[in-house]
């Protein structure tokens, strides 16, 4: 079983429309949980970052962590066709186990105009 | 700033071969990282360095080797190149303090095909 479960995709969706992602992980001693995007044959920039349980929003864009669930979503609201990427999550544990990151294997997002 | 670059962007090697992947920011972060990234399959860590002098391996590290003789610069050293080590290869960096610690700044990529 993979530490970071997330589903492939590719996930199309019309202009306008809420988007939801997924990922759901087994070490319970991850703290930290971000999401990138990487759009094509770019390399992976930070989109959200959270710390511990709870939701964070930025513009169109919320994070939210349930650790009692080991589940992590990120909702995009009014997509744009803009918004056509991967998004990979990510996450790493307190400690010594924050130097490095565990990431899903990313979800192609289509959206189209 | 520049950021994270790399080099070179694209490379395609013969089996047995050997390269050195460059990668160079311009942050002053204490930590560097290389990952491969193969068709959905995530990014997999390969080695990284929390400083000059100082490496660990990562997760996939047979294959290749690393050193970090100064804060700028981290090359990614393949040697005996073989197919399975066809891959986008990615450099990235942090900071090791502040607010933003966990956040990774990625290069944008080196794709290597192995033939």
């Known amino acids: 079983q993979k530490e970071v479960e997330q589903d492939p995709g590719p996930l199309s969706v019309p202009e306008g429309a809420i988007v939801s992602l997924n990922c759901t992980y087994s070490?319970?001693?991850?703290?930290?949980f971000m999401w990138y995007r990487q759009y094509s044959r770019k390399g992976p920039e930070l989109l959200m970052y959270?710390?511990?349980?709870g939701n964070k929003e930025d513009g169109r864009f919320t994070a939210q962590v349930d650790k009692s669930s080991k589940y992590i979503s990120l909702f995009i609201r009014d997509s744009q066709p803009s918004d056509s990427a991967t998004y990979l999550c990510?996450?790493?544990?307190?400690?010594?186990?924050?130097?490095?990151?565990?990431f899903g294997s990313g979800t192609r997002l289509q959206v189209q105009p | 700033n520049a950021g994270v670059t790399q080099t070179p962007k694209f490379r395609i090697l013969k089996i047995g071969q050997s390269m050195t992947l460059q990668c160079t920011q311009d942050?002053?972060?204490?930590?560097m990282y290389w990952y491969r990234q193969d068709p959905g399959m995530g990014l997999k860590l390969i080695y990284y360095?929390?400083?000059?002098?100082?490496?660990d391996k990562g997760e996939v590290p047979n294959g290749y080797n690393v050193s970090r003789s100064t804060t700028e610069d981290f090359p990614l050293r393949l040697e005996l190149a073989a197919p399975s080590q066809t891959s986008v290869y990615f450099c990235?960096?942090?900071?090791?303090?502040?607010?933003?610690?966990?956040?990774?700044?990625f290069g944008p990529g080196t794709r290597l095909t192995v033939l």
């Open positions: 990235a960096s942090r900071s090791r303090d502040g607010s933003l610690a966990d956040t990774q700044y």
């Open positions: 070490n319970s001693a991850f703290q930290y």
């Open positions: 959270t710390y511990s349980s």
């Open positions: 990510a996450m790493s544990a307190k400690g010594a186990g924050r130097r490095a990151l565990t």
């Open positions: 942050m002053n972060h204490n930590y």
């Open positions: 360095s929390v400083g000059a002098g100082i490496t």
